[in-house]
């Protein structure tokens, strides 16, 4: 059965008018009054409903029952990535989405090739937005993750410097990292993330973090993991890791 994400809350019983990326899908399938679809506003759940009315530019349907069905990873992974160039970002976040993810962090970082500031970032971050919802809607997730807007992983005002050491007992935190000695990333999850419901990952773009960039997550409570004998592509590195840290 088709699956739509709707951008305005949803409420059993109601008559509504779709927002206009629903409506278009819905038209573009050449759905008609009677058929069935499914819909979900990211609150938690789905609702069944029923296409009404067809018009030119708008779909009408009325929304039925609540299904509190639920898709997630049982452990929530949060995921800061240093911005892969071209479209492997777009990649990353669909199949970081598809495996689970809980939220994107994109990150500006010194080996990074993609540079983004201002209203370009914002309309980047809004892309990826729009792909996370279509691989929810493709995938079954109810939850759509959150993509925060791009920073800077460290400098003055970085991402790091809000990840305070003190509080890294409430979260647990890895960073991937290519150094000879590091600890593989599953047995740092049996030795860091027990019991942990949240994990926090942070992975470099190609090239990988700078050795100053890794120390000052180091610093600030990460734990270094490695993926293994080979070195992967930034984004294949980022999703094997949120694989890794998904489940306890």
Known sequence: MPRFHCSVPLSAGAGLSLPPGAARHVQVLRMQPGDALTLFDGSGGEYAATVERMGRSDVSVIVGEHQPVEREATRAVHLAVGMPANERMDWLVEKAT??????????????????????????????????????????????????????????????????????????????????????????????????????????????????????????????PVTLGLRVLRAETAALAALVSLGSP
């Open 98 to 223: 598809e495996l689970g993810v809980a939220s994107i962090q994109p990150l500006a970082t010194a080996h990074g090739v993609l540079r983004l500031a201002g209203e370009r970032a914002e309309k980047k971050r809004a892309h990826w937005e729009a792909i996370a919802i279509a691989a929810c809607e493709q995938c079954g997730r109810n939850r759509v993750p959150v993509i925060h807007p791009v920073r800077s992983l460290s400098g003055n005002a970085g991402w790091l410097d809000a990840q305070g050491a003190d509080d890294a007992d409430a979260m647990a935190r890895f960073v991937l990292s290519l150094a000879e000695g590091t600890r593989d990333i599953a047995a740092a999850v049996q030795a860091h993330a027990t019991g942990h419901r949240a994990v926090r990952v942070l992975s470099g773009p190609e090239g990988g973090l700078s050795s100053t960039e890794e120390q000052e997550a180091i610093a600030r409570g990460f734990a």
